[in-house]
């Protein structure tokens, strides 16, 4: 039985490999991934979440830097790095076309881990960080529709 950092470090390995076939052998077939840009369910939808980050930043990596000093759930402090040159799906449904632009976010995550695999996985970062850095500006003074 692997501990719930063996898993989560094998995730990150898998990830920084875009091995997608590895990454979902992380996930139990029922996992829930939640991030910034949504919730996915399941394996299907949690590949779907991957390949897309994998294909708008094809260098993605995670480093991570700091981890809590616990078992479950499995908390980690990582820098997140890409150049944008592909697709990327914006909260609103639109898709980023290529910038070139590198990345650099602070992020986070919290994973529960049962029957050595992940069943729920929560991402965490600050998505204005990655958009002003992907040439988007923040509009004061504009009311939400």
Not at 14 to 20: E, G
Not at 89 to 115: F, I, M, W
């Amino acid at each position: 039985m692997s501990t719930s950092w063996e898993v989560k470090h094998r995730l990150c390995d898998a990830v920084n490999a875009h091995d997608l076939h590895r990454v979902l052998e992380c996930y139990s077939p029922e996992a829930v991934l939640v991030t910034p840009a949504g919730i996915g369910e399941g394996h299907e939808q949690i590949a779907w979440f991957y390949s897309h980050l994998f294909k708008g930043f094809p260098d993605y990596r995670q480093t991570p830097w700091f981890e809590v000093d616990c078992d479950q759930p499995a908390i980690t402090e990582w820098t997140i790095t890409g150049t944008h040159t592909g697709p990327f799906l914006l909260p609103d449904g639109r898709t980023l076309e290529g910038t070139g632009r590198r990345v650099t976010v602070r992020a986070s995550c919290a994973a529960h881990v049962a029957k050595d695999k992940i069943v729920t996985h929560r991402e965490y970062f600050d998505q204005l960080e990655l958009y002003s850095q992907l040439g988007f500006g923040l509009v004061l003074g504009v009311p939400c529709s």
